[in-house]
């Protein structure tokens, strides 16, 4: 039987003041000051003297059926496209298990860490078929309350090869897939590929989450998609991910794509671990980071997150499911303020998911991470493995870090 409550002691918030936090059910009862929540029969406290108690952290953009892949399929000096070509040739070797078994331990890991809801893509296409969807799907399912996961069906080319994607789609649709996704920079006809994945998804009434602009190049296909979004018939959500080369233009170009982003309401989930390692190989001088503008996207209004992308793939080895190492990365490689960076792993990916807000403060869910650390700025700092991860009164994951004197 669960809880009946939970009683957190003596935390320390993001702001630096401290509190007690009493958790009834799924939310957030009371936030009292130190000492004043007095426990109650059948409730479970722990003391977090010596915690942050920040909002459980989410994951908007990850790759769970290519996680943990990396030693079987290295790719050294990788850029994308060589990336997307060796995973092509190694995904017709995997099956159903094999992909739900890495899936799992990749979600688990993200749990250790504080991720209490994982947005994933799923490949869907020649060689894979719909193993991949079929092994998320499982997955979802087995993890429900512990981590939510949404499953994005990603089609990365309707020409050629691609040409059967569309019913494709409808068949992941018909699996249990929860959105359709894709990648229209990588098609021979990006326009045509935009066009196919939102009709689709309007049809069945499913959001969007594509690959927009991932590369360093001219070709900006995001403004497109802003227009297709924000017209009549539109899918419920829309999100583009990566939008690279926007961090490439002008800043006028910037802005004005920005507000054209935000009135169509577009959400953009930015991924500084694979950015930073994938783009720009081939630019010795002056390499650029390969991000999307993420201050001018905020300052236009844009639904902002940002995600972790690949966890230890080929697309990115050293990837590890840690939001804490993704809001360093956007404090260092994006210059946002701690704050900022935090609420884009936190609360800005939890509503480009579309799930309700997880704050500590009385009525919002209880999803939440206290980590070992002073403040906010530490705990992203050290980004220690020293957590503990709460949903609703159950303390669902707890990791103690042992010093040795």
């Given at each position: 039987m669960p809880p009946e409550g939970l009683l957190l002691q003596g935390a320390t918030l993001a702001d630096g003041s401290?509190?007690?936090?009493?958790?009834?059910?799924?939310?957030?009862?009371?936030v009292a000051a130190p000492g004043r929540?007095?426990?109650?029969?059948?409730?479970?406290?722990?003391?977090?003297?010596?915690?942050?108690?920040?909002?459980?952290?989410?994951?908007?953009?990850?790759?769970?059926?290519?996680?943990?892949?990396?030693?079987?399929v290295p790719v050294p000096n990788a850029d994308l496209p060589a990336a997307v070509a060796a995973w092509r040739e190694h995904r017709?070797?995997?099956t159903t298990e094999d992909i739900a078994r890495r899936a799992r331990r990749a979600a688990l890991l993200g749990l250790s860490y504080g991720v209490t809801a994982i947005r994933t893509h799923a490949d869907v296409g020649p060689g894979v078929e719909l193993r991949a969807v079929e092994a998320l799907v499982d997955v979802r399912d087995e993890l429900r309350g512990l981590v939510d996961?949404?499953?994005?069906?990603?089609?990365?080319?309707?020409?050629?090869?691609?040409?059967?994607?569309?019913?494709?789609?409808?068949?992941a649709l018909a699996l249990g897939a929860d959105m359709l996704g894709g990648a229209p920079h990588i098609d021979e006809d990006p326009a045509h590929h935009l066009r196919t994945v939102l009709a689709m998804a309007a049809e069945h009434g499913v959001p969007v989450d594509l690959h927009m602009d991932e590369h360093l190049g001219d070709a900006l296909d995001l403004p497109a998609l802003a227009h297709l979004?924000?017209?009549?018939?539109?899918?419920?959500?829309?999100?583009?991910?990566?939008?690279?080369?926007?961090?490439?233009?002008?800043?006028?170009?910037?802005?004005?794509?920005?507000?054209?982003?935000?009135?169509?309401?577009?959400?953009?989930?930015?991924?500084p671990p694979t950015n930073l390692y994938l783009q720009g190989r081939d630019l010795q001088t002056g390499t650029p980071r390969g991000?999307?503008?993420?201050?001018?996207?905020?300052?236009?209004?844009?639904?902002?997150?940002?995600?972790?992308?690949?966890?230890?793939?080929?697309?990115?080895p050293l990837g590890r499911c840690d939001p804490l190492q993704t809001a360093q990365l956007l404090v260092m490689a994006g210059h946002l303020t701690v704050d900022q960076a935090y609420d884009l792993v936190s609360d800005g990916a939890r509503r480009v998911m579309g799930l309700p807000p997880a704050r500590v403060e009385p009525g919002f869910r209880a999803e939440l991470?206290?980590?070992a650390a002073g403040s906010l700025r530490e705990a992203i700092a050290t980004t220690t493995e020293a957590r503990i991860v709460i949903r609703g009164p159950r303390i669902v994951h707890r990791t103690r870090v042992v010093h040795d004197p």
């Open positions: 401290r509190a007690d936090v009493r958790v009834s059910g799924d939310l957030i009862a009371e929540a007095v426990p109650r029969p059948g409730e479970t406290v722990t003391d977090l003297d010596g915690y942050v108690l920040l909002p459980a952290p989410a994951e908007p953009h990850a790759h769970l059926d290519k996680a943990l892949t990396a030693d079987e017709s070797t995997l996961v949404q499953v994005v069906a990603m089609a990365n080319s309707f020409t050629g090869e691609g040409s059967e994607s569309p019913s494709r789609l409808r068949d979004a924000g017209s009549p018939g539109a899918p419920p959500a829309v999100t583009a991910s990566h939008c690279v080369s926007l961090g490439m233009r002008t800043p006028a170009v910037q802005e004005e794509v920005s507000r054209t982003v935000a009135a169509a309401g577009v959400g953009v989930v930015v991924c991000l999307a503008p993420v201050g001018e996207l905020l300052r236009a209004g844009v639904l902002v997150a940002a995600g972790g992308d690949n966890v230890q793939d080929p697309f990115n991470l206290a980590i």
